[in-house]
Structures are given as structure tokens and as C-alpha cells.
């Protein structure tokens, strides 16, 4: 029940505010508010308030009040640049508009808030009474409006109750949040004061409201309302009461929950103590253990010794055993109570130390023994010592012919075996001397087993030195320089491999790769060949159970270095673990390492895996690791790109055995990448429907997938050479693809799937590609490119003769001999001739460059790729299709990128020039135009200005003033003082003819190349608008008089935008702006207000003396700025490259663009209200 009443709650909030928009949009339309109105509707479409927009999209759409004809007379105007400049200013004017009014807005909310205080101090008593925002509940909130009152009913407005509806307007269009509204309609009505709403009767806070609660409450149904809301009003104060009863209750259960919460804190803080003894108790019996295990070494080697010596002994004498047996029998107790005495002598106060238990068995081992049993006296028990002796005795008497054989053998050869573990047992022989107990006798004994002693037993005396490595290890590593860490790496080895704990030697294996924090390239190196050789001696089982895990724990460390060796371990350990691990676990780390975010491990994964796949057992995961392959191919980094490229993928190649399958996903991948993104533009039946607008990211897809196809190349044409159907042609022509081969291959009698894949799926797919690329797409269309020569030079040019070529005339429209295909592939490649005229402007546009560079552009095809082009452009220019000439210019122009391709077009060029044809020397004007980025100053002015030279001397005006155009582009790419004195001395002479035209043509042309050209150009140009400004047109020729108006006005305003010499100022700018401005009449708006703006700040610059100090007009950056925005400050000269970047004259205060989506309909919209609103205050007026 209570969610339905806030179901229903709000469900009435919502009708309330329907019915406060509704009133505002009433009261604007009848107070012919327009501008806020139109506001209003966009905002309440972008709100997503369609339905509370209705009535205002049914006044706005009335043909009555716009009419269709003039709204599409103001779409089809072409935006010029000075309404843009307006644009630009009425924008920033605007936001200006909106951050002072946004600044009185706070003003007013702070006076309101001092008020509220104000009151709610003064009617704290008066708190209790009824609260008129909530809504009846069950009768609709605009059932009362059924009444058709309006505001003519009541008679015309007073000034103070406008005044007060247009305050509660405003304030509820701030709170719903259309500020664009609000401030139009401040700006609207622009009679009345708005800062401060005067303290009466109307001004309350959320005034719309209470004026509708209070027209509510006026009626019979308004009463009953407000009786019902009341009522609930009644109803949610007391569920408020339970609510706030049952937050107490709450509160009072988490006081509790928290002292029971810090009694557990404690209870986990002394068990913390608790632990910190213990872990103190346990460190000191572990002290205490390893002095017992120090002492039981000790003994070890104390016993070991002396029963060497006593078998020494008993070897010395063995001929006399049989003589006196009783004699032998003294020494022998006599030798064991020394033993006894020594070892009471090494442990004194009779501590409970650890006694050695001897086990006979087949290697004779040594284990710990457990403590000795302590009387009640305190001595301790009898030692299993005495036992021992008397058996190895009893051993010794039975073989001692035996035992003396082999001891002399062992004495023998003990020289060369001791060594590894010697220093042990003369450390334990130490120990027996220095105890000061043993007997003369004893001490013989010790002193003849000395070179016996290491024979004895290497592998226990190895096996405690490895356990007193292991437990030193973990200490002496963080204490050595990280620089030096790697010199541990034996010692590492030598432990890991020979402990038999197998959690010790996981703790050593954990050290090993982590020895170092963060090691650089020869680090890993280091630490993985130590890996390695582990690896080689531990065999497989180890590696599998204790070296790769321990490594592949560090596949989500924080730092890159460690997930590199985790890479490095799985190319290099593969081959030391079974076949099956290799595929499965080693493949699924890799794959992990793959998506990693640092660019060194993604780089580093590719070249481990490619390492990793000669080692597979099989090609089951083939289509796994080719899923990867592209994903890493796809990479945004080019290292890692280049790395898959180079290593990865002929390791796919040679591993998997299916490059069929590659191309054809390359292929795929290639395609897919443009044919998602979306058209260039939407208009049915038009070529940007057709072509792609491509983002970065598939821009670079696109580009990888040309670098991989033409990595692949070689692949491709040794699997062609392979897997031809006709060996015995290729070897008795001594060449491949001759043209016997071919009518061969022509027949379709035999298959060769590999050679028929390029003219079959690659050339058509890159032909498909092309089509979807925009003319501005040359990098692009540059690598396409640069993959056909490369088909070239592998194939020869017999396949470039009668396979590449045809396949791409046909594509561009042309005729092509198709004998050396079979017949399906002939109507294949016939089928993909463009067959509409928009198809046929796409091929021109995007296949011809291809066919011009990429196929013709073959050495061998230089005499054809003359006459071919020459006879492309006489047809262009015969023919009346504008568009067809120009993207034929425009595939030269991209032939002209390739260097190697100048000399033949600049022959053309001169041979059109010279011609007697006008169509031939207008493309040649056209195409030196554009020929001129491409190419350095002393071709331009060996090739290009003389022949423009010879251009403008033509008496045909169209080829002279495209040659003007041409001489354009030169002054805006060239700043060598030779070209620029050969460019003025033209112009000059196209001046003096006196020609309209050919004026106007110089002024634009120069106009366009003043920020980048020399200095002495620009004023040149300056002067010749002065003189040019200085006569005028007939006043009858308005459209003239506009034009050159015009030309002259965007001229001068780039010059201001530069450093102007202030004589050239004084003497030529200022006059030049005075003579503009004296043809008003002639004069756009913008031009006018932004000549006027440079006349005052130039003048004043002239006439201040300070700006004579500085060096130039100190007022120009400000106005130009305030005006024109710092885009348009124009650039200085920078050198003799390409254009430099605008300087910026008040880098305090940018000036930001206006939004994309201001768009010219809605301006037009905004100028038809601001009209009619016009036309209607005069009809009031009137």
C-alpha cells in the first residue's frame, strides 16, 4: 500500500508539472513571446517532454504563421563566411549573456534565501499549517482548468501583475531547469527590471505554484482537493512518526551492534598479543633448534670419525686378532668409554639434547633421533652408542680380510674424491680435537681416518650442507645489491635442485623469481637461462609441479618486467614439460598475456608464442592461436604489430600449414573494417552515400591488415610456384607466368587455386576497398598501392601484362584482352564493370589511382602509362561533365605523390600547354595547380612558373585566369625571392589590362596565400588594392560593385591579421578601408563592421606615439579578437615550410568555437521570429 501511494504520488507530480508547463506555454503565446517559446519547444524535445510540446509544434509547423516558401528560401541561402564571422560573435555575445545573467540568477537566490531565513525565524509558531505542494490524490490536477479562462477574459495585464507573472515564469523556468528558455526570454522582454522582485502579496517562493494551488483552492472542486490533501497530508505525517519510532529502534540496535563490535575488537587485539608471544616463543624455540641441530652435526661427524678410525685401527690389526682376542676386546671397551666420556664432556648440566639413531639398511642413512629419556636423578640413560660399536665390531671380525680390501681401495682413491663436502668433515674432526676429552689413541685414530673420512659418507655430509644453504639463502638475498643479485643464481640452483622438501624448494623457486624487483632486459635473460638449466636437470615433473607455477604466479603482478619473464618462461620452458601441457596451460597463459594493458608484455607474448608453436604436439588449437594471431595483428601499439608481423606469423604459417585460411580472413578483416563505418553522407542516390567515413581506430585496422597482406606476399607467390599444375612450361621458358603457361591455365582444365586467389578474391577486394575510400584517404589508397608494384615485381611482367592489367581496366570501364582467363573468370571480371554513371564517377575516383600508380606505375609499363594517361586527359577535357574532369585531375594528383612519375607528367603538361585546344591548357593550369604541393622550388621554378607564364599570356581569358589561380598556389607554397618576382611581374600584367575579372581573380588568388607568402608580397598586394579601390565601377553594375567589394574586404582583413609595416599602414591599408567605405551600399554588413572596427584601431595605432615605440598597432590583437575570434588572427611567416599556426594574441582569454549543433535552421527560425516580433510591435505602434 505504501508503494502504491508513492506510485500515485508521483504520478500526480508529474500532472502538476504538465499543467505548470502548459500555463507557461499559454501565457507566452499570448503575450506573442516567441523567441522564449521556440525555446521552450526545443527544450522540451530534448528533455523528452514531446507530449507536453504539441500545441507549440503545431503554431511553429502552421504554414499561416511561416510560410513554407520563405523557410526554404533561407535554407537554400549559402552560408557565406561573414555570416559565419556574425555567427561566431552573436555566440560568444551569448554565452557572455548567459554568464551575467546566471551571475544576477545567484543574486537573486542569495536575496530570496536571506528572506526565507528571515520568515522562518519570524513564523516559527506558525510552522504547523497545511503544505500546499503536495496534490490532491484523487481528482486529476487539471480537472479545475476545464474552465476556459485565459488571460483576455480578464482584461489586458497591469504593469505590476506582468511584472509579477513574468518573475514566476522566469523562476520556474530556472527551477525546471530550461536555462536556454530563460535567458531568451529575459532578453524578450527587455521593459521591466528584472534583478529584484519588489517585497509584495505575489512574491512568494515557487510562485507558479502557489498562484495554481491558490486558483485551485478558489473553486468547489479545488476545496475538495484540498480537503483530500490534507487529509493525506494527515496520513504521511503519521506514517513519518512510525518511521522515525522505527529509526530509534534501529539507532539503539547499532549503539549495541558497535559495543559488541569493539568488545570482538578487543577480544582481536589480545589475541593479536596472543600471537605476537607465541610467534616470539616459536622464534626462540627455532633458535634453540637449529644450536641442537648444530651440536647433533657435530656429533655426527664426531662418531663418523671415530668409527673410521676404529675400523682403521681394526685393519692394522687384523693378523693379530686371532693371537690375542682378548686384548682386542679391552681396547675396544676402552674406546667406547672414552666416546661416552667426550660426548658428557661436550653436554654439560645434562641438557636434553638430540642422540643419533643409526638404521641399517641398504644406504646406511642418518636420521634425527628423537630426545633422550632423563632419570629421575637427572643423568642421562644408557646411549645406543655402546650397541653400535659392539655390531660394527662384530662385523669387522667377520669380514675383516673383506673390509681390509676395500678400505685400502677407498684410501687409494680418496685423493680425488674429497673435495665437494671436505670442509664438513674436517670442521666435525675439529670439533673431537678441541674437545680435550679424546685419548692418545683416539686421536691416532682420528688423524689416520682424516683422508678416509669424505669417502665415508658424501651424500649425508651434501645433504646437511644443502639444508644449512636453504635456510641461509631467503636471509643473505635482500641484504646483496640488486646489481649483484644474479651471482646467487648457482647457489639458487644448486638448493632447489637437491633439497628434498618440496615446500623449502618452492620457497627457493619463489626467491628466484623474485630476486630482483623489477629486472631489465639482461636481467631476464639471466634469471630465465638459470630457469632453463633447473628445468633440463630437475626433468619434466619438477618443472611442471614446481618451476611453472611458482612463475606463472607473477601473471598479474603490478609491474610489466615480471609479467615479460612470465612471457619469456613460456616460449623457453616449453620445451622442457610434457607435449600436452604445451597446447593447454602454457597456450591459456599466453592468451592472458595477449590481453594485458602494457604494451611490452603484449609484444613480448607475441614473440614467446610464435617460439611456442613448433612445440605443439598437434594443430588442434590451429584456429585458437589464429583467433590470436589477428587479435594481436589488430593491436593499437606498432611494435607489437611489427613483432606479430615478423616472427608470429610465419610461425602460424609454417606450424599450421593453412595459408588459405589466413588470406581469406585477412581479407575479411580488410573489408569489414571499412564497410562498418558509416557514409559519408545520406543523401539517396549521391556518391557519398557510397563512400566511408573512417575513425582512427579503423583507419589502423585497415592499414595493419595492407601491411600483413603484403607480408604475405612471398608466402603466397612460393605456394603458387608450388602447387603449379605445369612444371615442364615454366622450366622450358626459363620464366614463370609466360604466356604459354597462361593459355594453359586459360583452358580450365587444370586447377590452380593458389594463383587464381589474387585476380579472383585479392584484386576484387582491394578494388571493393578502394571504392569506399575518400579522396583525402591517401595513405591508404598509398599502401594499396604499394602492395600492386609489390605483386609486380614478385610476379614479373608477364602476370602484370595479362592478369593485374585487365583486371583493372575493366574495373575503371575500360576494354581489356580476358584470353588468358578461363571463361567463369571472365564474366566475373566483366561483371565488375561499372554499369551507372555513379559507378562509374567512383571507379574514376577511387580505381583509377590504383591503375595509374599501382599497376602502370610498373617500370616496364612507363610508355604505356604515358600514352594511357595522355589519351585519359584529351578525353576529360572534350568532354562537358565538370565532375568527370575533376576526378580525373584529382587521380593525377595522386600519381604526382609517387616522385619517380614527374618527368612523364611535367612532358604532358608541356605538351598541353603548347597545345592549340582551350580544355587542354585549362586542365594543364588546373593540374600545375595542383602538382605544386608535391614538388620542391627549383622544379617549381623550372617547370611550373614558366609554364603558368606561358598560360597568362594566352588571350583566352578562362586559361588566363585559371593560370591565375595556379600562380596562387605557387605564392602560397614558395617564399624563394626569384618566384615571388616572377609572380608579381605577372601580376602586373594582368592588371594592366585592365580587365574586371582578371582584377578580381588577383586579389582572391594573392589573398589566399598572404599568411604564408614573404612579406614583400603582401604589401605588394596591399598597394594594388589601394590602387584598385581608389577607382570606382559604375554605380548601375550593383553586382559588380558587391563582388569586388567582397574580394577586397577578405583580402584586406587577412592582411590585418599579419605584421604590416606601419607605412604600409599609414599609406595603404587605411586609405584602401576609407575608399570601402565610401560604397556603403556595396558593402555586406559583417565586411563593414569589421572594417570600420580595423580603420579605428589602425588609425589610433598610427597616431599614438607609444605604438610607434613598440613597433606596431597595440589595439589590432583586441579587436580583431572581440570581433573575429583568435581563429581568425591569422599566422606570421615561419620559414619556408607549410603554413604555420595562427598566432594568438590574447592567450588569457581563448575564445571557443559555437557548438556543432547550433544549426542553420534553427538560426533561421530565430531571424523569422525575431521578425515577425518585429513587424508586430509596429503594428502596435501603429
Known amino acids: 500500500m505504501r508503494g502504491d501511494r508513492i506510485d500515485i504520488h508521483i504520478s500526480e507530480m508529474d500532472v502538476e508539472k504538465s499543467s505548470l508547463c502548459n500555463f507557461v506555454v499559454n501565457f507566452l503565446l499570448e503575450e506573442n513571446y516567441l523567441l522564449s517559446a521556440f525555446e521552450l519547444l526545443h527544450e522540451l524535445l530534448e528533455d523528452g517532454r514531446g507530449d507536453q510540446a504539441i500545441r507549440l509544434q503545431e503554431f511553429f509547423s502552421d504554414p499561416t504563421q511561416f510560410p513554407p516558401d520563405q523557410i526554404s528560401r533561407f535554407s537554400s541561402l549559402r552560408a557565406a563566411e561573414p555570416q559565419n564571422i556574425l555567427d561566431e560573435k552573436d555566440s560568444v555575445e551569448k554565452k557572455l549573456a548567459v554568464s551575467e545573467y546566471e551571475l544576477r540568477v545567484a543574486q537573486e537566490d542569495i536575496l530570496k534565501l536571506k528572506d526565507e531565513l528571515l520568515k522562518k525565524i519570524d513564523s516559527k509558531d506558525k510552522s504547523n499549517g497545511p503544505d500546499l505542494d503536495v496534490p490532491a490524490k484523487n481528482e486529476p490536477v487539471n480537472q479545475p482548468m476545464k474552465r476556459s479562462i485565459s488571460c483576455s477574459d480578464l482584461g489586458p495585464l497591469k504593469d505590476n501583475e506582468r511584472f509579477d507573472i513574468n518573475c514566476a515564469v522566469k523562476e520556474y523556468l530556472l527551477l525546471a531547469g530550461y536555462r536556454l528558455t530563460a535567458m531568451t526570454f529575459y532578453e524578450e522582454v527587455d521593459d521591466q527590471n528584472w534583478d529584484v522582485w519588489q517585497n509584495s502579496a505575489a512574491c512568494v517562493p515557487n510562485a507558479l505554484r502557489q498562484y495554481y494551488y491558490q486558483y485551485l483552492s478558489s473553486t468547489a472542486e479545488g476545496a ?110 676402552l674406546f667406547q668409554k672414552e666416546i661416552e666420556m667426550s660426548k658428557v664432556k661436550n653436554s654439560p648440566n645434562a641438557e636434553p639434547t638430540e642422540t643419533i639413531k643409526v638404521e641399517e639398511g641398504n644406504e646406511g642413512q642418518v636420521h634425527d633421533a628423537e630426545e633422550p629419556k632423563v632419570n629421575e636423578t637427572g643423568s642421562p640413560g644408557a646411549s645406543p652408542l655402546a650397541d653400535l660399536v659392539k655390531e660394527e665390531t662384530q662385523m669387522t671380525e667377520k669380514k675383516a680380510s673383506e673390509d681390509t680390501i676395500s678400505l685400502s681401495e677407498k684410501v687409494l682413491e680418496s685423493p680425488t674424491s674429497f673435495g665437494e663436502f671436505g670442509f664438513a668433515w674436517r670442521s666435525g674432526f675439529d670439533i673431537l680435537k678441541n674437545s680435550g676429552r679424546s685419548s692418545p689413541r683416539t686421536d691416532s685414530a682420528i688423524m689416520k681416518s682424516d683422508h678416509l673420512a669424505p669417502e665415508l659418507c658424501p651424500e649425508k655430509l651434501g645433504l646437511g650442507t644443502i639444508h644449512i644453504l636453504s635456510n641461509a639463502l631467503p636471509k643473505i638475498v635482500p641484504y646483496v645489491l640488486i646489481n649483484h643479485r644474479e651471482e646467487l643464481l648457482p647457489l639458487i640452483m644448486c638448493a632447489i635442485e637437491r633439497h628434498p622438501d618440496s615446500a623449502t624448494r618452492d620457497s627457493l623457486t619463489h626467491t628466484l623469481f623474485n630476486l630482483i624487483k623489477r629486472p631489465d632486459e639482461q636481467q631476464r635473460r639471466i634469471i630465465m637461462d638459470a630457469c632453463v638449466t633447473l628445468a633440463k636437470n630437475v626433468g619434466e615433473l619438477r618443472t611442471e609441479t614446481e618451476l611453472l607455477p611458482q612463475c606463472w604466479e607473477q601473471v598479474n603482478h603490478m609491474y610489466e618486467e615480471r609479467r615479460m619473464l612470465v612471457a619469456q618462461s613460456c616460449g623457453e620452458l616449453a620445451e622442457l614439460v610434457r607435449p600436452e601441457i604445451r597446447d593447454s596451460l602454457i597456450l591459456s597463459i599466453v592468451q592472458q598475456l595477449i ?91 549521391s556518391i557519398e552515400l557510397h563512400l566511408r567515413v573512417l575513425g582512427e581506430r579503423d583507419r589502423w585496422n585497415v592499414d595493419v591488415m595492407l601491411h600483413l597482406l603484403a607480408e604475405l606476399l612471398p608466402c603466397v607467390h612460393h605456394n603458387v610456384v608450388e602447387t603449379c599444375p605445369f612444371p615442364e612450361v615454366s622450366h622450358s621458358t626459363g620464366i614463370l607466368f609466360a604466356p604459354a603457361l597462361l593459355e594453359l591455365f586459360a583452358r580450365g582444365e587444370e586447377e590452380w587455386p593458389a594463383f587464381e586467389w589474387l585476380h579472383s578474391e585479392c584484386f576484387p577486394s582491394l578494388i571493393r576497398l578502394a571504392s569506399l575510400l575518400s579522396p583525402k584517404e591517401d595513405d591508404l589508397r598509398n599502401h594499396i598501392t604499394r602492395f600492386l608494384l609489390a605483386v609486380g615485381r614478385q610476379f614479373g611482367e608477364s602476370y602484370l601484362t595479362h592478369i593485374m592489367l585487365p583486371v583493372f581496366l575493366v574495373a575503371v570501364g575500360d576494354d581489356a584482352d580476358l584470353k588468358y582467363f578461363p571463361f567463369q573468370t571472365q564474366l566475373n571480371i566483366i561483371g565488375s564493370r561499372p554499369q551507372t554513371e555513379t559507378f562509374r564517377r567512383i571507379a574514376t575516383m577511387c580505381v583509377l589511382p590504383l591503375l595509374l600508380a599501382g599497376v602502370l606505375g610498373h617500370p616496364s609499363k612507363h610508355e604505356y602509362l604515358t600514352e594511357y594517361l595522355r589519351n585519359r586527359l584529351i578525353q576529360s577535357s572534350e568532354q562537358d561533365d565538370l565532375l568527370e574532369k575533376l576526378d580525373i585531375i584529382h587521380a593525377v594528383r595522386f600519381l604526382c605523390t609517387f616522385e619517380e612519375h614527374h618527368s612523364m607528367i611535367f612532358n604532358i603538361l608541356w605538351d598541353m600547354v603548347v597545345s592549340s585546344d582551350e580544355h587542354l591548357k585549362i586542365t594543364a593550369a588546373n593540374l600545375w595547380k595542383l602538382i605544386v604541393p608535391y614538388i620542391d622550388a627549383k622544379v617549381a621554378s623550372i617547370h611550373v612558373v614558366p609554364a603558368l ?82 577607382s570606382s565601377l559604375p554605380s548601375s553594375d550593383v553586382l559588380q560593385r558587391r563582388e569586388r567589394a567582397n574580394a577586397f574586404c577578405e583580402s584586406i582583413r587577412a592582411l590585418d591579421a599579419t605584421d604590416l609595416p606601419a607605412s604600409s599602414v599609414k599609406d595603404f591599408l587605411v586609405p584602401a578601408i576609407q575608399n570601402l567605405l565610401k560604397d556603403s551600399d556595396a558593402l555586406d554588413p559583417a565586411h563593414k563592421e569589421a572594417l570600420e572596427i580595423i580603420l579605428k584601431e589602425r588609425s589610433s595605432a598610427v597616431v599614438d606615439p607609444i605604438s610607434k615605440v613598440m613597433g606596431g598597432p597595440m589595439g589590432l590583437a583586441s579587436s580583431v579578437s572581440s570581433f573575429f575570434g583568435d581563429g581568425l588572427l591569422g599566422r606570421k611567416e615561419g620559414g619556408d615550410g607549410g603554413a604555420p599556426p595562427p598566432e594568438t594574441i590574447e592567450p588569457h582569454k581563448p575564445i571557443s568555437q559555437p557548438p556543432v549543433e547550433d544549426t542553420r535552421l534553427r538560426r533561421i527560425f530565430t531571424d523569422i521570429l525575431r521578425s515577425k516580433v518585429k513587424n508586430h510591435d509596429e503594428t502596435n505602434a501603429t
Request: aromatic residues 4%.
Open 224 to 333: 475538495e482537493e484540498k480537503i483530500a490533501m490534507l487529509r493525506e497530508i494527515g496520513r504521511l505525517k503519521h506514517e513519518k512518526q512510525s518511521l522515525l519510532k522505527t529509526k530509534e529502534m534501529s539507532d539503539a540496535q547499532i549503539i549495541k551492534m558497535k559495543k559488541s563490535i569493539d568488545a570482538l575488537k578487543k577480544d582481536v587485539k589480545e589475541k593479536e598479543n596472543l600471537v605476537k608471544g607465541l610467534k616470539k616463543t616459536s622464534e626462540s624455540q627455532r633458535k634453540e633448534l637449529n644450536d641442537c641441530r648444530a651440536e647433533i652435526t657435530s656429533l655426527k661427524m664426531h662418531i663418523e670419525g671415530a668409527l673410521s678410525g676404529k675400523i682403521l685401527l681394526l685393519t692394522d690389526s687384523a693378523q693379530m686378532r686371532t693371537s690375542s682376542p682378548g686384548k682386542h676386546n679391552e681396547e675396544t671397551e
Open 949 to 1030: 607564364v606561358t598560360l597568362g599570356s594566352e588571350p583566352n581569358l578562362n586559361v588566363k585566369y585559371a593560370s591565375i589561380d595556379a600562380f596562387g598556389a605557387v605564392a602560397q607554397h614558395f617564399k624563394n625571392d626569384m618566384i615571388v618576382d616572377k609572380i608579381r611581374i605577372q601580376m602586373d600584367a594582368f592588371l594592366e589590362e585592365g580587365s574586371y575579372e582578371a582584377s578580381i581573380a588577383v586579389v582572391r588568388a594573392l589573398g589566399m596565400s598572404v599568411p604564408y607568402t614573404t612579406d614583400t608580397l603582401r604589401n605588394y598586394l596591399l598597394s594594388k588594392i589601394f590602387e584598385l579601390t581608389a
Open 595 to 685: 590481453e594485458d594493458s602494457a604494451t611490452v608484455v603484449r609484444e613480448a607474448a607475441a614473440h614467446n608464442l610464435a617460439l611456442l608453436l613448433p612445440l605443439f604436439p598437434n594443430t588442434e588449437k590451429y584456429f585458437k592461436v589464429e583467433e590470436l594471431m589477428f587479435q594481436l595483428v589488430g593491436d593499437p601499439s606498432g611494435t607489437v604489430v611489427e613483432t606479430t608481423i615478423k616472427e608470429l606469423v610465419p610461425a602460424l604459417i609454417n606450424w599450421g600449414n593453412n595459408l588459405d585460411h589466413v588470406l581469406q580472413v585477412t581479407l575479411s578483416h580488410l573489408l569489414g573494417s571499412a564497410q562498418r563505418c558509416p557514409p559519408l553522407s545520406g543523401v539517396e542516390g
